[in-house]
């Protein structure tokens, strides 16, 4: 079972920068693909980074110049750093892990199977 702690979340203005954290169960950033999904009130879930298991990160088109994906598998953590950010970005962050190898097109190539509690991200103009 692999358990997933977001953290790092909260209300900012426009063009600032938030760093989000994830901490995951033990060996977990190395063996499994992680990646950060947003929903919106009203909207779909979006995939928006993942990093593969061969630390390889993959963005969505509509968030590459500003977020940043990290893991520090020593510490069992995955990172979201996120820069410039807009009102449009305002949603609930989850952390999410599935047993593979590659990241792709801002998620991982086979559908997430662990999910954390999410963290909020509001953003006013």
């Known amino acids: 079972q692999v358990h997933l702690v977001e953290s790092g979340g909260g209300s900012v203005q426009a063009g600032g920068s938030l760093r989000l954290s994830c901490a995951v169960s033990?060996?977990?950033?190395?063996?499994?693909?992680l990646g950060w999904v947003r929903q919106a009130p009203g909207k779909e879930r979006e995939g928006v980074a993942a990093?593969?298991?061969?630390?390889?990160?993959s963005y969505a088109d509509s968030v590459k110049d500003r977020f940043t994906i990290s893991k520090d598998n020593a510490k069992n953590t995955l990172y979201l750093e996120i820069n410039s950010l807009k009102p449009e970005d305002t949603a609930m962050y989850y952390c999410?892990?599935?047993?593979?190898?590659?990241?792709?097109?801002?998620?991982?190539?086979?559908?997430?199977?662990?999910w954390g509690q999410g963290t909020q991200v509001t953003v006013s103009s």
């Open positions: 033990r060996d977990t950033a190395g063996s499994h693909c």
């Open positions: 999410a892990a599935v047993r593979v190898y590659r990241a792709y097109g801002g998620s991982c190539e086979l559908p997430y199977n662990y």
């Open positions: 990093v593969g298991s061969d630390g390889i990160p």
